[in-house]
Nanobody
Framework: EVQLLATGGGLVQPGDSLRLSCATS????????MTWIRQAPGKGPEWLSA????????YYADSVKGRFTISRDNAKNTLYLQMNNLKPNDTGVYYC???????RGQGTQVTVSS
């Protein structure tokens, strides 16, 4: 059974930081390019970041570039997203997924509010 479980969300104030984790199992994580996606209330999914399978190359949406950092630990089959200087419009449910969209996990809620 394929599982991708995102954790680490919560309620934070503008300017705060959070680190999301996505623990995976059931597929070849080390051979998979991975992405983070978020969905804000009432909006469609927004691609945020991607990382190549070897972790050497990462890509970011303009909306998060310079504030978010994607990383992975292939030994732990886990994907991460370090989010700094959070803003209210970062609010949403954050999901991890394989870059080919074959697998997507359950998300974690991030709420940025003063």
């Amino acid at each position: 059974e394929v599982q991708l479980l995102a954790t680490g969300g919560g309620l934070v104030q503008p300017g705060d930081s959070l680190r999301l984790s996505c623990a995976t199992s059931g597929f070849n994580f080390g051979n998979s390019d991975m992405t983070w996606i978020r969905q804000a209330p009432g909006k469609g999914p927004e691609w945020l970041s991607a990382i190549k399978r070897d972790g050497a190359t990462a890509y970011y949406a303009d909306s998060v570039k310079g504030r978010f950092t994607i990383s992975r630990d292939n030994a732990k089959n886990t994907l991460y997203l370090q989010m700094n200087n959070l803003k209210p419009n970062d609010t949403g449910v954050y999901y991890c997924a394989t870059a080919d969209s074959r697998y997507r996990g359950q998300g974690t809620q991030v709420t940025v509010s003063s």
